[in-house]
């Protein structure tokens, strides 16, 4: 095979603002693909990465998307597309027309009830032939339309409770979302409120722990890649965007992804999330995110290119011989403005220490300094976009620091 084989392909990948899509133009192109890097907002970190051929501003998600992209792809001659949910959202009434062009994709109805929270979690909780999948569930219920609420048994969760709502069953727009609520009082007038808006929502209690990810790449049954981290930083900090992480592993909680996986009978890049109790040494499935996630430049920091794997198999069926597992001990950092959030969201909550906010706030400049903490945006040959979103945050924090000085 030619030593530049893969310059021939054209690979779009889309939401070029995100961290996972950043993730993927630079492992695409870094070895050879020709990415035509995409996105609505025309400052999007990933229109400037090295790594994209191209640099493309699509329309938002309405109804001109559709239109723009069958003649973008029919045009630039697109061989793949690195898909994103809101890109699948965008495309739901015309999946068949371009579903060939996704790697690993599946059947319609596969791929949106992997998309779907409260899908998901319908499956396994309703599956009396599966049991494997009903365990290491936090205490859950699915709402659909006008379902009577049991709040009685609600009220015994532990608190605060979750509320979730995907973007797949909005009635109004495309956002998905995730609220937290610390009182069985709040979650009903939260319900009542979002049901209007979608059509079905999650409801889930509250289990302890650190997030910890199963990250999978799967196509045609085989595995080709998978790693594990686990964060210790979350934005905010009592569970949300994982803002630093480590390379770790957990067999069990492994084996119980590839289960779920095998399941919802999903095939192409996943990352199953889990809430780890390391007092207890158990774990909980929170979500799938069918998808690239966040977390993903730490994987390509380690040389681990699950985007080119994927690739790679999609158009010449190249597969390693067993799959490529991260075993590297790397910790990687998304400081700003994830850490720094989690910062933030620590000093703000009234019911911390302050010896433990001022810890913080001396960790989070000591951390810039940490010879054993890579950042995410750092990326060799593509430095600069770590400098960029250093410029770019350092602009609206001080737009926002005079705003609240009314100066």
């Known amino acids: 095979m030619e030593k530049n084989w893969r310059n021939k392909y054209r690979v779009m990948v889309p939401q070029a603002d995100a961290m996972g899509a950043i993730a993927a133009i630079r492992s695409?192109?870094?070895?050879?693909?020709?990415?035509?890097?995409?996105?609505?907002n025309p400052n999007a970190l990933g229109l400037a990465s090295r790594f994209a051929s191209h640099a493309v501003v699509s329309p938002d998600y309405d109804e001109q998307y559709v239109p723009w992209l069958r003649e973008f792809i029919a045009r630039e001659n697109i061989r793949a597309i690195v898909h994103s949910e809101g890109f699948l959202i965008a495309i739901q009434e015309h999946y068949e027309e371009f579903c060939h062009l996704i790697p690993g994709a599946g059947s319609r109805e596969d791929v949106y009830r992997c998309m779907?929270?409260?899908a998901t979690f319908g499956d396994f909780l309703s599956?009396?032939?599966?049991?494997?999948?009903k365990s290491h569930i936090p205490p859950t219920l699915v709402i659909k339309?006008?379902?009577?609420?049991?709040w009685q048994a609600i009220g015994q969760w532990p608190l605060p409770l979750f509320i979730k709502g995907d973007a797949y069953f909005a009635r109004t727009g495309d956002e998905s979302l995730v609220k937290r609520v610390e009182t069985l009082e709040e979650a009903k007038t939260l319900v009542e409120q979002l049901r209007p808006e979608y059509e079905e929502l999650l409801i889930q209690g509250c289990v302890k722990g650190a997030k910890a990810t199963v990250n999978i790449l799967a196509m045609d049954g085989k595995i080709l890649a998978e790693s594990m981290v686990i964060a210790s930083h979350h934005n905010p900090h009592t569970g949300g965007l994982t803002s630093l992480r480590k390379s770790w592993w957990q067999e069990d909680m492994y084996q119980d992804a590839l289960q779920r996986l095998a399941f919802l009978n999903w095939q192409g890049a996943a990352m199953v999330e889990y809430s780890w109790d390391d007092t207890t040494q158990s774990f909980n499935f929170?979500?799938?995110n069918a998808r690239y996630w966040a977390a993903l430049n730490l994987d390509i920091l380690a040389g681990i290119h699950f985007p080119c794997y994927q690739m790679d198999y999609f158009f010449e069926k190249l597969a390693p011989e067993?799959?490529?597992?991260?075993?590297q001990s790397i910790c990687a950092r998304?400081?700003?403005?994830?850490d720094f959030g989690y910062a933030?969201?620590?000093?703000?909550?009234?019911?911390?220490?302050?010896g433990k906010k001022l810890y913080c706030l001396v960790e989070f400049f000591a951390l810039f300094l940490h010879p054993g903490i890579k950042a995410d945006l750092l990326y060799p040959g593509d430095r600069k976009l770590y400098f960029i979103n250093l410029g770019r945050f350092c602009k609206e924090f001080i737009r926002s620091a005079l705003s609240r000085l009314n100066l």
């Open 28 to 40: 695409l192109g870094e070895h050879g693909y020709d990415v035509y890097a995409v996105s609505a």
């Open 116 to 118: 779907s929270k409260t």
């Open 127 to 133: 599956q009396d032939h599966s049991p494997a999948v």
């Open 145 to 150: 339309s006008d379902d009577e609420i049991d």
């Open 286 to 288: 929170i979500e799938l």
């Open 322 to 327: 067993q799959a490529i597992r991260l075993t």
């Open 334 to 338: 998304h400081a700003l403005p994830a």
């Open 344 to 354: 933030l969201s620590l000093i703000k909550d009234k019911n911390v220490g302050l």
